[in-house]
């Protein structure tokens, strides 16, 4: 039995997770574990080592201590079968400008080896759900930042992955358009077991059921939303007072 079709394995795990840039340490002793199902925002300043987390997690980037794992497969070791079950959002997406998102999409689902009749029917899904009609045969480099946001959200999604980890899905996107994410978000969220990041607080209570909370690398807060705060508001304050504390004790 592969490690992710027993319900008691957790679909994203960080075990202990550390990364050293030279003498200088993003990520200190990470661990978590997010059941399959949830959906889970990843919070903190800026700076304070989401996004290398999630490179970690995603197999994009090799821990200097400690275990990724996705469906119970280590990203290091297994990074193949883990990245079967993964679909990632990058925070500045490796997107070919010269390519256009039909193209680029296409050659997402190839690289997946996903069946033509299987992508041709999941391209024109994404095309829809991710409002990419107007511009499926434009060049991406000449793309609005809020459609570039979309183009990497339909490549995370294209191949119906059991696992979504987002670094920031609805950064430079308009009201409207985060608004169309958000709701693209709740419907994945469904099915999926989703890990996202971002720094808007509200977002949070419209989206996930737990709160990931980290402050110069470190874990400061694991638990349900309504414990750090039952409105943006309150979020906001319980956010600086946890981030603050860690800045005081350095
Ligand atoms: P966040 O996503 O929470 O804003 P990051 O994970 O991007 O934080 O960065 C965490 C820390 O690591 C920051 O101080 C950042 O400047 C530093 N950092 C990120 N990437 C590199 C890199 N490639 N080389 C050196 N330092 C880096």
């Known amino acids: 039995m592969s490690p992710n079709e027993s319900n008691a394995v957790p679909m994203i795990e960080a075990e202990g997770l550390t990364k050293y ?34 490179k970690m997690l995603s197999g994009y980037l090799a821990p200097s201590a400690g275990v990724a794992r996705i469906g119970g497969f280590d990203m ?32 997402c689902g190839r690289v997946r080896m996903m069946p033509a009749g299987q992508l041709k029917e999941r391209l024109e899904w994404v095309r829809e759900v991710c409002h990419l009609e107007d511009v499926w045969g434009k060049a991406i480099g000449k793309l609005s930042r809020g459609y570039r946001q979309r183009v990497g959200m339909a490549q995370a999604i294209l191949h119906d992955p059991q696992v979504l980890i987002l670094d920031e899905p609805t950064s430079g996107l308009d009201p409207n358009q985060v608004q ?19 720094h808007i607080l509200q977002e949070v209570h419209a989206v996930c059921s737990r709160v990931l909370l980290v402050s110069q690398g470190r874990l400061v807060f694991d638990g349900p939303v309504a414990e750090l ?22």
């Open 229 to 250: 705060g039952d409105d943006g508001d309150a979020m906001e304050a319980k956010f600086r007072e946890l981030t603050r504390s860690v800045a005081d004790a350095a």
């Open 21 to 54: 840039y030279g003498d200088f340490i993003a990520v200190e002793d990470i661990t978590f574990s997010v059941p399959k199902g949830q959906v889970c925002a990843f919070l903190g300043p800026n700076g304070a080592g989401k996004s290398t987390t999630m």
């Open 76 to 107: 290091q070791t297994q990074r193949l079968e883990g990245a079967q079950l993964l679909g990632y959002l990058p925070e500045n997406g490796p997107l070919y400008s010269d390519m256009t998102p039909k193209s680029f999409l296409t050659y």
């Open 180 to 198: 169309g994410v958000r709701e693209l978000i709740l419907q994945l969220g469904q099915s999926k077991t989703i890990l996202l990041s971002t």
